[in-house]
């Protein structure tokens, strides 16, 4: 069993619609990041959470420590959206990182 | 700071083959990680440098692979003898010393052929 679940796995959405991508954790936790990767490779933290609410532009991330949850929204989709969006776990003894397997979005115009 | 740099960024070997994969972490960062992501995966965790102490490995890492950071700044990952398996994004992370905030190299793809 992964340290971390993702859902859904893929996602086809049209432009302007309203995304949530969910992730539920099984370890303790010190910190939750959604990254964004791109083809090609490069990963880039969006957010870094360890309570409550965080807001970038179209983007919002919300934790819930006690259900040890967090969601990832996207607001108004638009196609440069789309990537791979990965949940990844920072463990309470801060050496590990545990990451899901990602949810890979296709935004259409 | 320009960020994490790895290098190269795609690498190209015949099986049986030795590569080595650099990350230059973010100046004064001391902690280190290596993952592996294959396809449609999320990366996976092979190592850990707190400045150059090697205090984590993955039982991924097998005895053909291994890892240096010799002086706590840039770190090898050297594949010995390569495998068809090993074809995979090498992603190298770093962090500071407190907290858990992590920032991402672009990753080296390693094809082995």
Redesign the interface.
């Given at each position: 069993k992964n340290e971390?679940e993702q859902s859904p796995q893929n996602l086809t959405a049209q432009e302007g619609e309203f995304i949530t991508i969910n992730c539920s954790y099984s370890v303790g936790i010190?910190?939750l990041?959604w990254?964004q990767q791109h083809p090609?490779?490069?990963?880039?933290?969006l957010f870094?959470l360890?309570s409550g609410k965080k807001k970038h532009g179209r983007l919002i991330a919300t934790i819930n420590i006690q259900e040890k949850h967090s969601s990832l929204h996207i607001t108004a989709s638009h196609p440069r959206d789309s990537a791979v969006y990965?949940c990844?776990v920072?463990s309470n003894t801060?050496?590990?990182?545990?990451?899901?397997?990602?949810t890979s979005l296709t935004v259409i115009p | 700071d320009t960020g994490v740099s790895q290098n190269p960024r795609h690498k190209i070997t015949k099986r049986g083959q030795n590569v080595t994969f650099r990350c230059d972490p973010i100046s004064e960062h001391n902690?280190l990680?290596w993952?592996r992501?294959t396809l449609?995966?999320?990366?996976?965790?092979l190592t850990?440098f707190?400045n150059e102490a090697q205090?984590?490995k993955s039982r991924l890492l097998s005895d053909r692979f291994s890892a240096e950071r010799p002086k706590g700044s840039f770190s090898t990952l050297e594949i010995q003898r390569t495998e068809q398996g090993d074809s995979a994004?090498y992603?190298c992370?770093s962090s500071p010393a407190e907290?858990?905030?992590?920032?991402?190299?672009?990753?080296t793809?390693l094809t082995v052929v």
């Open positions: 971390v010190s910190a990041h990254l090609g490779g490069g990963i880039v933290s870094m360890s990965i990844a920072v801060g050496n590990q990182f545990y990451f899901g397997t990602g | 902690r990680y993952y992501q449609g995966q999320g990366p996976e965790f850990y707190q205090l984590e994004m992603l992370a907290g858990p905030e992590a920032f991402f190299g672009q990753g793809r």
